[in-house]
């Protein structure tokens, strides 16, 4: 039972969701005009899964956001989801209007290609918001259709309502554009979580870049890789975003006082002589407790790793005109598409079948006519008796054939040929080709192209390496040759089919 709340109180919950805890804030003002009451909490949803796209994931975290919900007395209430790197990936275009139209078009064909998410179907969010009158700035949020299927069925078991699920980088650019510190210039973002780091650039609150940095020491080395990738953000922010507004030299952390002071050490450790403006880099740790006049907070000290889902109880504070993203639109249309649709869905095979009993009937009466005449025949001709045994023996063994044909045909194994010409197209970066795939017929797979920088090439080993069909991804080799283009960089890649050993043997015992 619902219970009864106060109505001089206006509550705005939002909650981050990670691989493994929640991040709570609860936004509470007590009349208007007057400061917020910014309550923050950490909870661990998972213990014992190893991932939430399963029906024991799901059982966990509803677990844990029904305690949540009966400690903070939020039945009925409405709730703001924010999606960390784990979960949401988001992409940025900038450019003309026709271009940003093209490019986002293309990358909402390639969004279901994004293996990092899990498989299964992707659910989609896009804003485009006008720079000037030629040129526009777009946002593409990407989710697994698993993950916001997983929070409805959380919010209806803790009897709560979703008012919205956006990327967490989203969020923590807009508490950053509300304190101000990337007014005049450009600022980088690195939020943390046990996995690994998600690094957003940011400018006066609209997000930039989003990049996930991989690797196990993340961590510990995070001052490390940025200033390997310095120099190409800082050619991004200024080629394809048209920045004009500063250098790319402040950076913010947002994380949990161990993720912090780890990170701060890494950047304070590097040797930044031979780094073009490293030395300029400033590294600070966020901190919150100035995104609102008066805000009061009951974390001491104020650390960023909440500044997501504070960017979301903020959202009205934001422009009209500011990039919003709500993954939950598209989840919303589909559904209220009615009736009509799934009852088309669910006699599509309806039809089939009554289509394939009808064909059948109408053989089983076609032979049923054949018999008659065939007996028939017989009382009046003897010598046509013998003949028809003969053809009901004949029709006898060529059924029994036909039975063995289609047990064999059940028990062939053929390898997915198509599911691997369709991983390795999706691992095609724009700047990369294939001009030959090659397969022995024991597993291994040689591909050879061309590029137009050697980028490219490891990008495209890199993400074959992550694709499941595909291991032991090798780079055998660069030249300075292509048959497609002058001054591109050939390539040569082995790599194996995995379980293809497996498939071969299961075909050979079944022969």
Known sequence: MRKKRNVNIDRTVAIELNPTYLRVAIATRTAPGKP???NSRLVRWRNETTTLHTEAGVAELVDAFKKLVAEEHLSGEKV??????????????SGTNERVRRELNQAQQRCQRYLTLGPGEKAIATSVRAIDARHQHALLAVANRKTLDA????????????????????ALCRVVGRLGHDAEEPVMLIDFDEKGAQLGISYQGQLLLDYRPGGHSVHDGIGQIILQHLARLKRYCQRFLRFTGGPLRKVYLCAAAEFAAKAYESFSTLPRGDVEDADQLTVQILDVEHVEDGLRLNEEPPYGD????????????????????????????????GWRRELVRLAAPIAATLLIAAGTLGVVVEKQRECQTLEASLASFSAASGKAQELRLTLMQVEDKEK???SVREHLVNP???ELMRVVGGCL?????????????????SLTGGSYAEDGVFEFAGWLDKSPPLSDVALEGTNANSSRAVGAVGFALKCRLVNFSDREKEQQDAN
């Open 429 to 445: 970066p724009n700047d990369v080709w294939l001009e030959k795939l090659q397969f022995d017929g024991k597993g291994e797979v």
């Open 416 to 418: 997915p040929w198509h």
């Open 151 to 170: 929070l409805v069925r959380v919010a209806a078991a803790a009897d709560v309502e979703i008012e919205l699920v956006e990327p967490s980088v989203v």
């Open 80 to 93: 703001r989801f924010t999606l960390s790197g784990d979960y949401c990936v988001t992409r940025v275009l």
């Open 36 to 38: 917020s009451e910014m």
């Open 306 to 337: 909440l500044a997501p889902a504070i960017g979301t109880c903020l959202i009205e504070t934001q422009d009209e005109d500011a990039s919003r993203l709500n993954l939950m639109e598209g989840i919303q249309r589909r559904d209220n598409r």
């Open 404 to 406: 063995q044909w289609r």
